[in-house]
């Protein structure tokens, strides 16, 4: 129920972004996201395609998926659940992130919030699940929220480089989703 309604309003967000910007093409979506005059409906775009990628990666308040889908999931499909699927749904945040909302305080302190939520969220349900397969789900969790938390300070610019996004941020979270996906 959670993937298919986040796939449904990532679609109507989508739909909202072809509208305002007339592209969908990630390489295109920078210049014309510069140039859009109507700044509600790139943020109403990109809400929704927050919350269906957020439903992916498993992002508080849309985690409530992965610590049922964990312990009745074959070891296999668990890990896949872990190590790919999220990393999809934190893949898409990254690109709505840096295409659409560059150094967007607004939009990386709510990510940022996100992240930090999600992140302790997961720490303290692992902390009480006496069931390994669920303590795994919370924890990769948690660590989906340490990647949104890197996502968000996107928007804050690196000491002494005004106007450019925090490439050390960037490296971070690339560093960090591949090491969960790998040890998962």
């Given at each position: 129920?959670?993937?298919?309604?986040?796939?449904l309003?990532?679609?109507?967000?989508?739909f909202?972004?072809?509208?305002?910007l007339?592209?969908?093409?990630?390489?295109?979506?920078?210049?014309?996201a510069?140039?859009?005059?109507?700044?509600k409906t790139?943020?109403?775009?990109?809400?929704?395609?927050?919350?269906?990628f957020?439903?992916k990666?498993?992002?508080?308040?849309?985690?409530i998926?992965?610590?049922?889908?964990?312990?009745?999931?074959?070891?296999?499909?668990?890990?896949?659940?872990?190590?790919?699927?999220?990393?999809?749904g934190?893949?898409g945040i990254l690109?709505?992130?840096?295409r659409?909302?560059?150094?967007?305080?607004?939009w990386?302190?709510?990510?940022?919030?996100l992240?930090?939520?999600?992140?302790?969220g997961?720490?303290?349900?692992a902390?009480?699940?006496?069931?390994l397969?669920?303590?795994?789900?919370?924890s990769s969790?948690?660590?989906?929220g340490?990647i949104?938390?890197?996502?968000?300070?996107?928007?804050?610019?690196?000491?002494?480089?005004?106007?450019?996004?925090?490439?050390?941020?960037?490296?971070g979270?690339f560093?960090?989703?591949?090491?969960?996906?790998?040890?998962?």
């Amino acid at each position: 129920a959670v993937a298919v309604l986040g796939g449904l309003v990532m679609l109507m967000g989508i739909f909202l972004l072809q509208y305002e910007l007339g592209t969908l093409k990630i390489s295109e979506l920078s210049a014309a996201a510069a140039e859009c005059a109507e700044k509600k409906t790139l943020y109403a775009a990109g809400v929704c395609m927050l919350f269906g990628f957020g439903a992916k990666a498993g992002m508080f308040p849309l985690h409530i998926w992965l610590p049922k889908a964990h312990p009745v999931a074959p070891a296999p499909a668990s890990a896949l659940l872990s190590g790919i699927l999220t990393k999809t749904g934190i893949y898409g945040i990254l690109i709505i992130t840096c295409r659409l909302f560059p150094l967007d305080a607004y939009w990386c302190r709510l990510v940022l919030a996100l992240g930090v939520i999600t992140m302790f969220g997961g720490a303290l349900l692992a902390v009480f699940s006496i069931d390994l397969k669920r303590t795994l789900a919370c924890s990769s969790m948690s660590q989906i929220g340490f990647i949104l938390v890197g996502i968000g300070m996107l928007g804050f610019p690196a000491a002494g480089e005004p106007g450019r996004q925090n490439v050390l941020a960037m490296y971070g979270v690339f560093l960090h989703m591949v090491n969960h996906s790998l040890i998962k």
